[in-house]
């Protein structure tokens, strides 16, 4: 069992670490966030990438490049070794993507820091609303 501030300490950094991987698309830094049978999944309903290999794959087959993007964050809840961290990523204009997503992520982690599961839960704003 985890100690609350310890859990928040942990899911800080492995955030920190995440956004880091992020801006590098280095598949080492990518590992290190994960044990090696770590569940992804890139949206609630999507099957997920298992392990190491599958991960790297899904990660490095949609990645960002460096500086097309900027993310904040905050630790949203802990419960003993899941975090849930609320995100907001945007993108310049120039960019394909839509300009900006509400990210909603629950992450399992270890004793080690690591994630053994990672679920991104994110909408772009505003798509659900219709007009009158």
Known sequence: MWDRDAAAAAADAWVARYIHAWQTNDPGDIRSLFTPDAEYRDGPSTKPWVGHDAILAG?????????????EYEITAIDGDV????????????????????????????SDGRARSFTDWWVIPGAAETEA
Not at 92 to 108: C, F, G, H, Q, W
């Open 83 to 110: 975090a849930i961290v609320r995100g907001w990523t945007s993108y310049p204009a120039a960019t394909e993507k839509s300009r900006r997503y509400d990210n909603l992520m629950v992450i399992r982690l270890t």
């Open 59 to 71: 990660w490095l087959g949609q990645k960002d490049d460096p500086g097309s993007w900027s993310f």
